[in-house]
């Protein structure tokens, strides 16, 4: 999805999100608003997580359970493990 559509769409949630708050202030009051607003916040984080969760793990530098994800995490692990090996002369 390009960048405008996003946009787009993700203004379309942010008002349908208010407008939901406002409908259960007037349908329930107070009790309802917090209701709303959880469903809201736990239905925002569940699509982070899958929007992010496929970027972090993917095997591109690597296979097995001790291999980095991605390049930039392989250098810091090698980075990491060359430090704690004792220096020898």
């Not at 007037?26 to 809201?40: F, K, P």
């Amino acid at each position: 999805m390009e960048y405008g559509a996003a946009r787009f769409w993700s203004g379309v949630v942010g008002v349908l999100a208010a407008l939901a708050v406002i409908a259960g202030y007037l349908i329930g009051g107070a009790r309802l608003v917090w209701a709303v607003s959880a469903v809201e916040v736990l239905a925002v984080m569940a699509w982070v997580g899958y929007r992010f969760r496929g970027r972090a793990h993917q095997r591109a530098a690597g296979e097995g359970p001790d291999a980095a994800h991605c390049e930039r995490c392989r250098r810091a692990r090698e980075r990491l493990e060359a430090k704690a090996q004792p220096v020898r002369h």
